[in-house]
DNA sequence: TAATGTGAAAACCTTCACAGCT
DNA sequence: AGCTGTGAAGGTTTTCACATTA
């Protein structure tokens, strides 16, 4: 994918580069050059140059970058200046750890309803969150300001909620389902799938175990 | 990174690749062209071919792929044909909701221990794991067949606790804290981070926005 | 002096297109 | 006839290297 003439790559990246100036502005530092945020990041300074410059210039030569005004910057770019509502789809175990989850809210991220399709499920309140049934999720995404749909079914529902969210008028998904989703090209998806990670992770496990013993 | 000439991108994708053909098997289809196959994952059926070929000549041209010939060969290039043993250090709610989701045991990875810094948690017993103190791990990774750890620890904590386990001999970790960690090259590395996600999700929906309202 | 911003070069990855096999 | 496997072409991403500026 590629948008408006910034790759791809370099959008994955940038969130990177936020929560490094973040920190670097909580530990009171308040210029950085690009050398000091590759280190901190285990990236090359000229890929954080040529990745901000597909935005602006936003350093001073021979200084480097003003921190804080980089990162506001970079947080307007990515609409991280703002809340975002979405709703989170299957109130399970996982739903429910997403919904505790503390890291979405002061991020600006906010889950703001819940559906499910157990009955025994609806009605139960987790986190300050009502449970509603499935059958309210079009109106409630539709009349609403919810943008994200957070999926968290088991595999075999989880393209049909995808369709569901989608017809309601969600434009993103994160989706925790191990599935491979199909969504028109004006959704984004982000797939969040531990197994798949640790999948391919063994296949250099393996070779790091061949070479201590053989080889 | 870059293994025995194989690019990291045609590794992160071969699980993909496993798990679709599982799912074919499952409904009964024996045998898969790379057309069929791209078209249930959203790949070029050039791609897949390419991939393949990395390893080796699995089809029949003019036929296509044998579904249980090609998956097992990719399970056993991936390492996916026997157990891996995993440690968890963290059993907040994060760490919980991991041990208790039901997705890793089936295809190979047991979680055979646990850890956690706090004295409350030491003891209690978690889906059948006893939770034990960090003082243990040490002893526990080296003697045993563990080569993953899973770190979810808040985020002040990760580096520390994944500097522990590269220590003690993991080979590979499954890092959920919301940090960018320093590893070895010789340790392998993967994050899972559904704010990032969210993060340069909203980069697209901004641009969405735009589009539908004024240009 | 020290570090940015950026064209050009290099490396990397994907797609094409077709010979060759079943 | 149909589909694989693969060199070659095309496209994208990263890195280099240096002019430029504070």
């Known amino acids: 994918m590629e948008s408006g003439g910034v790759p791809d790559v ?6 990177l580069y936020v929560r490094a100036l973040s920190q670097l502005l909580a530990a009171g530092c308040e210029v950085v050059s ?5 280190g901190l990041l285990q ?3 000229a890929q954080i140059r040529k990745d901000l410059s597909y935005f602006g210039r936003f350093g001073k030569q021979g200084r ?5 005004f980089l990162r506001d910057e ?5 609409g991280l200046d703002r809340k975002w509502h979405a709703c989170l789809v299957g109130m399970g175990f996982l739903g ?7 890291g979405f809210a002061p991020e600006g991220f906010d889950i703001v309803a819940a559906f499910d399709s157990d009955a025994e499920m609806v009605g139960t309140t987790v ?3 009502t449970v509603q049934p499935m059958g309210e999720l079009d109106a409630l995404v539709r009349g609403g300001s919810i943008s994200v749909g957070v999926v968290a079914v088991p595999a075999a529902q989880a393209q049909e909620v995808i369709d569901k ?4 008028g969600v434009h993103g998904i994160l989706n925790y389902a191990p599935v491979a989703p199909q969504v028109p090209t004006s959704v984004v998806i982000r797939n969040i799938d531990p197994v798949l990670s640790l999948q391919s992770m063994t296949f250099y496990l393996l070779k790091e175990a061949e070479r201590a013993s053989g080889r």
């Open 34 to 38: 690009s050398q000091k945020l590759g």
């Open 64 to 68: 480097g970058y003003n921190v804080r």
């Open 43 to 45: 990236v090359t300074p």
């Open 96 to 102: 429910q750890a997403i919904v505790n989850y503390p």
């Open 10 to 15: 370099v959008v994955l990246r940038l969130p």
């Open 127 to 129: 986190q300050g969150l």
């Open 165 to 168: 969210l989608v017809d309601a």
């Open 74 to 78: 970079l947080k307007q770019i990515l």
